[in-house]
Structures are given as C-alpha cells and as structure tokens.
C-alpha cells in the first residue's frame, strides 16, 4: 500500500508486480510489470496560489504592474527601458482596476501583453529610442489637461481625416462577462449595461434601434475576478 506522492488526502492504491526470469545462468533479465491502480492518474490538478508579488511582498493586481513585472522579470528586459513618468501615470489611473488570471496555454508574449492592455485604458509601447512608454486615455478630462497638452503645429501635419462611426459599431447594449472559472471554463458573472448605461431615446432613434436588444456588444474578459462599476474597462 503507498499514497499518490505529494497529496496527503490520496486513497491508498496496491501495485501489482510480476516478475519473469530468463536468460542463461550468466546473466538474469528481469521484465516488470506493473499495474497502476491510481485515481489520480489523467486527472486536471489546479492550484491555488497568491500570485505575483512586488518588492513589497504585495500581490500584484494593478494591471500596469502586472505588465512590468511580465516585461522584466519574464521577458528578461531592463527596468530602465522603462519611462517612469508615464508608468507612474498609468499605475494610478489604472488603480481601481483589479485583474487576476492564470496562463494555461502557451501564448506569444506581444499577444499576451496586447489583450491585457486591451482591457485598461493604457496602450504601452515602444518608441523609436527603444523606451517604453505607458500612455493611458483619460475617462474624463480639464482644463488644465489642455493647458499641459503638447501642441502640434498644422503645418507638421501630413495628412487627416474625419470619419463617422458605422452604425453597427453603435452599440445598444454591453455584456460584459468576467470572473472566469478555469475548472468549469465559464464565466461566473455578468456586469449589463443597462444597470448603469442606458441610450436615451433621442440617441436610440439617431442610430435606428426601436429596443436596448438591437445591437449587443458581448465582452469576455478573463482578467478580472471582482469589480465595483469603475472596474468595468470604458
């Protein structure tokens, strides 16, 4: 009797052994056979741990540090590529967005990066001095945003235009789906628009919808385990 190494709540399981014997006086050639026994064999084993954590043994939630800390300590590059600035500045206006998540499949790290950032309002990248820069959309914005605004010259601009959004990217209503369970591999809640966000009928008649159902947007966000209404991505 033996219990399956490293779970101490196992059942117990009996292996089977035979034993043949063949070969001149010489030499002995032993073949074994074993029969396994074992429940746990072929079975999905899931974790349950913390996390990554910061210098200050804290657990990482802020997306923008879950970047760095995936740019440095796993992808190997220096933290002083990084402009602090603009980090700093995404680290805060990023601070009521809490994400925690697990990588099960093998996945290209610019990928990886690019559909966490998708889901805050930062669009790190990379210059062309090799600096990376974490710039972040503002949900509102003052007026002295536009004094400290930087100023381009028309006469630099080479070109510009102005387009309207296509209707059917004029939602009616937002699902957005988060809390992913990696056992059931389904989401285990749903944030509605209507609970907060709801068209008004002059901007529903501008766009054609008769109903709040004419046009669902369905987001899934793998990310984001709990959230108040300002953990919801804009």
């Known amino acids: 009797q033996s ?10 399981f009996a292996i089977d052994a035979q034993y043949t014997f063949g070969g001149e006086f010489s030499e002995v050639d032993v073949l074994e056979i074993y029969n396994f026994n074992n429940p746990y064999i072929g079975r999905d084993f899931y974790l349950n741990v913390a996390g990554r954590k910061n210098a200050n043994d804290d657990v990482i939630k802020n997306p923008i540090e879950i970047m760095r800390d995936i740019i440095v300590n796993e992808l190997g590059y220096d933290e002083s590529i990084i402009d ?4 700093s500045t995404a680290f805060a206006d990023n601070s009521d967005i809490s994400f925690a998540f697990s990588i099960t499949e093998e996945i ?9 950032a998708r889901f805050t309002l930062c669009y790190p990248h990379f210059n062309n001095l090799g600096v990376l820069l974490f710039p972040v959309i503002k949900k509102s914005y003052s007026y002295a945003d536009y004094q400290d605004a930087f100023i381009i010259n028309a006469n630099d601009v080479i070109d510009y235009k102005f387009s309207k959004t296509k209707s059917e990217h ?3 209503k937002i699902t957005f789906k ?5 056992i059931l591999e389904d ?3 749903t944030w509605y628009s209507q609970d907060s966000l709801i068209l008004t009928d002059q901007e529903m008649d501008y766009l054609g919808y008769e109903t709040q ?19 919801i991505p804009a």
């Open 170 to 172: 004029s939602y009616s």
């Open 84 to 87: 602090e600035d603009s980090y």
């Open 108 to 116: 290209d790290s610019k990928d990886q990066l690019e559909d966490l």
């Open 187 to 189: 989401y285990q809640q």
């Open 3 to 12: 219990h399956y190494p490293g779970v101490s709540s196992a059942t117990p």
């Open 213 to 231: 159902d004419d046009n669902i947007l369905e987001v899934e966000c793998p990310y984001l385990v709990y959230h108040s209404d300002s953990d």
């Open 178 to 182: 988060y809390a992913y369970d990696y």
